[in-house]
């Protein structure tokens, strides 16, 4: 059966434009209304794996209409984004009632992942942009919820940052047109496949990386993240690390650079060495934090150079006509560590929210010895950090142990090193993360604390069975050929997306 | 060299931007920055001595499709399309941007981003 | 938010129902000149802010309060998806396909009439009324301004 692809995009804006109508008696109701809807979206995510196809809206063939395209790399970052959204969604039922305006904060969330959705469906550039504002502009908004003073500056700065970034991405889109003459991306890729790349086209290439790579918090482009991530409610801090930085940054750098654009071995360097600085940037700046949500934030910044180091290398590989299984191993690397940081970090900030709902705060040293009193909160904890280090056999171990494989059998080994020795460093602030916040002695202003049980618990639970079920992707080989090759196969082949598209229209 | 004068429109909203102290005026080199990016898209559809792309009478022939002339003397109507979408995006930008810095003032009493700094690190 | 002298209250009364007529003409005849529903709507939104300059805030929102604006915001959203979704009567491939046009006026001349090009005249109608709704929304709200800082500096800087 083949979903109509607009429903992605309809069922979520349906449900933000119904929501705000239940007002603040009935926010049971839309609570509910809204945990459907995004179940919903699950399930029809889930249908989405292993098909292909494309969608003419209004019976518009293109290039005069607009298309909406489902691929292997589109199906695999729609199951991200509905598998965090509904988790999120679940624990904000009891974490929310602390704010007022619920119904209002779930129709800002539903807007923010129909514009997500609409993202990574995308298959024209300018529909991209609109639908990466819906998001971003969602976003904004959701990060300044709470309106006390550090959310209106991280607010502020975020907004400003950001706007700047789309106006680069749309400055970028004017050129692209300007040289091409269309808007859509089959046909760009065309038009670049038989006149090549001129002086416009790669100074809005640059101008691309420059405000995507802003979106995805690479590290000249990170000052936004620290600020905004930790002053968000736990759910949104969750839905920004999990899925917006990567359906909104890495997502779009990986469609553009490799289906459209074409790769480049100049390209593939800068990419790889904005992977290696985010990773070790990143890193460095968490381990001295004592501010629980803002060292997580600085992970993300490391765990996305992680990413973007495995996309990298497997471009510079394709690039130098190198072998076709190592590029393979490379993209899988980043791919799958994607979807393993979606699911690790997202659980990791709905356990920070946690422990801020029960304790009131989120400084290292104000906590101490809560094991004894929040006992499953601990176990989710201890899960998510097991992952986002590297443990075996949680599914952080086997995306960067990918990674290395390719680093190392490609022979780059510097890059293999600093990987490991990344990683190491994320072990060790994670021990300092437990050894603060669980162990030791329970302050006297804490012991009243309680433990988070019900719809929060399930949320969080769901997640961490997640994070140890995931090895099962690659270990197992027919789900690893249904799920992730697809996505590698989209990226590997390259020009072979515009081929299908206007073979299949014609 | 007319797409050169938007690119340096485009840089002085940017300049203004990230070098001023004062939320409001960080605020109007976003919105500057905006509608160099929005002229940058029209002149892409521009055509000397063209018409504006409305159909009348005049440029439908028999059987209801457009004139030959129609077609080559009117501009570009689709960058005229994105700059819309554009516009109505800008202002939703604007109208957080404004919302957020009428709540910082009402919070701390200042514009200036320099005293409200909290977040370190 | 107090309003303005008696000149401009009685002028200002005329004005905007004639500045609401020219809104809803532009909204209507989007299809066949340079408007629709955003333009219109703007316009539509600009005629209840010349009240609440002229007249103040309580007055405005006597006339279309903060909770009624808001419905109509959604009730526009929502009827533009609606007649979008409508497209999926005449097949899965149709979302957001103009079947008025196809369906019941093609082969009709209609080029250039204001009942004519199918579900656009509708949409720009929805779009009218949210964008309308909207703008007037974030105006009022941007006008109530509720200091609660001036002691806390003082206090601060002693």
Known sequence: MTVPLPVFVAIPLTAAFILPLFGDRYRGFATFFANVAALVLLA?????????????????????????????????????????????????????????????????????????????????????????????????????????????????????????????????????????????????????????????????????????????????????????????????????????????????????????????????????????????????????????????????????????????????????????????????????????????????????????????????????????????????????????AGVPPFNGFWSKLILVIAAVGTGFYTLAAVTVIVSLVTLISFLKVHRYIFLGELPDNLRQCRENKGTMFVAMAALAVLCLAMGLLVLVPSLKAGVLDPAVQVLIDGFAYSAKLLAGSN | MMYGLCFLLFTIGLLCAVLKKNMVKIVIGIMIMEYAVNLFLIMLGFRFGGTAPIIDRSSLNLEGGLTQQFISASVDPLPQALVLTSIVIGLGTLALLVSICVRTYEKYGTFDITKIRRLQG | MKGMTIIVKTVGSWVKVLIFLFGIYIVLFGHLTPGGGFAGGVILACSYVLLLLAFGREFTEKNLSLGTASKIDCAGALLFIAIALAGFLYGSASFFYNFIQQQFLAGKDTALKLVSAGIIPLENIAIGLKVGASLFLVVLLLSVFRPEVSNNNKESKL
């Open chain 1, 44 to 388: 029809l995510a889930i249908t989405t794996i292993g098909q292909s196809y494309s969608y003419q809206v209004g019976r518009w063939s293109i290039p005069l209409g607009i298309n909406m395209v489902l691929d292997g790399l589109s199906s695999l970052l729609l199951i991200t984004i509905a598998v965090v959204s509904a988790s999120a969604m679940l624990f904000s039922a009891r974490y929310m009632e602390q704010y007022s305006a619920k119904s209002k904060y779930l129709s800002l969330f539903m807007l923010m992942t129909a514009g997500m959705n609409g993202v990574v469906l995308s298959g024209d550039i300018f529909n991209l942009f609109v639908f990466l504002e819906i998001a971003s502009i969602a976003s904004y908004a959701l990060v300044g919820f709470g309106c006390e003073h550090e959310q209106l500056e991280a607010s502020f700065k975020y907004a400003v940052l950001g706007s700047i970034a789309s106006l680069f991405i749309l400055f970028a889109i004017g050129l692209v047109y300007g040289n091409t003459g269309t808007l859509n991306m089959a046909y760009i890729s065309q038009a670049i496949q038989t006149r090549g790349i001129n002086n416009g086209l790669s100074f809005a290439l640059a101008m691309f990386i420059a405000g995507f790579g802003l979106k995805a918090a690479l590290v000249p482009f990170h000052a936004w993240l620290p600020d905004a991530h930790p002053a968000a409610p736990a759910p949104i801090s969750a839905m920004l690390s999990g899925v917006l930085i990567k359906a909104l940054g890495v997502y779009a750098i990986a469609r553009l650079l490799f289906n459209v654009f074409g790769i480049s071995e100049m390209i593939s360097w800068v990419l790889i060495a904005l992977g290696v600085l985010s990773m070790v940037v990143g890193v460095f700046l968490a381990v001295g934090q004592w501010d629980f949500k803002r060292l997580l934030a600085y992970h993300s910044i490391s765990q996305m150079g992680y990413i973007v180091l495995g996309i990298g290398l497997g471009a510079l590989i394709l690039a130098r006509g190198g072998s076709v299984v190592w590029a393979s191993i490379a993209i899988l690397g980043g791919l799958f560590h994607l979807v393993n940081h979606a699911v690790f970090k997202s659980l990791l900030f709905l356990t920070s929210g946690s422990i801020e709902m029960s304790t009131g705060t989120r400084q290292l040293k104000q906590l101490g010895g809560l094991s004894g009193v929040m006992p499953l909160t601990r176990a989710n904890c201890a899960v998510a950090s097991a992952a986002i």
